[in-house]
T-cell receptor, first 116, second 107 residues
Framework: EAGVVQSPRYKIIEKKQPVAFWCNPI?????LYWYRQNLGQGPELLIR????????DSQLPKDRFSAERLKGVDSTLKIQPAELGDSAVYLC??????????????FGQGTRLTVV | DAKTTQPTSMDCAEGRAANLPCNHS???????VYWYRQIHSQGPQYIIH???NNETNEMASLIITEDRKSSTLILPHATLRDTAVYYC????????FGTGTSLTVIP
């Protein structure tokens, strides 16, 4: 069975340009998470979806970041416009239930974004 | 918040047991202890989790103290492929990873 799939794997863009990341979670997983990981740091949650509903987006910088999960399956995270400080690895994860209720989350390989 | 304290880095000789400690003194009674690891340039990988009792699977063992204020992840026979950053997580809302322990397995 395929795990969490993310694309692209790497992305280099100039500042002020838009960028989008795509995530396909494990089949049947209702909960989807987007994390951002800065160099040398642990992942930090940006947004959590339960099916198609964003239930926790308190850490998402809403002035430039947006996310959607249409039909409660695939998800897209967008940054517009990108800033130099957005350079990081963007990770997607999914779980069959809310993570922490005896259920682990599975992570994708991440998208490494470099803003120049 | 139930945050964790882990040593920044550890070394372990190949073939020996790696014991990674985690302090979580503010853990709540119904919060699980999860361990993940992240090998360079990969996403975090689930290792093991537990609530009160010690747990073992094909990857590792998890020892949780009786008062649940600390735990130890044990890799019984460390290999070079176990070199990674290991995260101890006790509160998954708001999903706090911390900086983890960088384990280096030495040949």
């Amino acid at each position: 069975e395929a795990g969490v799939v993310q694309s692209p794997r790497y992305k280099i863009i100039e500042k002020k340009q838009p960028v989008a990341f795509w995530c396909n979670p494990i089949s049947g997983h209702n909960t989807l998470y987007w994390y951002r990981q800065n160099l040398g740091q642990g992942p930090e949650l940006l947004i959590r979806y339960e099916n198609e509903e964003a239930v926790d987006d308190s850490q998402l910088p809403k002035d430039r970041f947006s996310a959607e999960r249409l039909k409660g399956v695939d998800s897209t995270l967008k940054i517009q416009p990108a800033e130099l400080g957005d350079s990081a690895v963007y990770l997607c994860a999914s779980s069959s239930q809310v993570w922490g209720e005896k259920t682990e989350a599975f992570f994708g390989q991440g998208t490494r974004l470099t803003v120049v | 918040d139930a945050k964790t304290t882990q040593p920044t880095s550890m070394d372990c000789a190949e073939g020996r047991a790696a014991n990674l400690p985690c302090n979580h003194s503010t853990i709540s009674g119904n919060e699980y202890v999860y361990w993940y690891r992240q090998i360079h340039s990969q996403g975090p990988q689930y290792i093991i989790h537990g609530l009160k009792n010690n747990e073992t699977n094909e990857m590792a063992s998890l020892i949780i103290t009786e008062d649940r204020k600390s735990s130890t992840l044990i890799l019984p026979h460390a290999t070079l492929r176990d070199t990674a950053v290991y995260y101890c997580i006790v509160r998954v809302v708001p999903f706090y990873f911390g900086t983890g322990t960088s384990l280096t397995v030495i040949p």
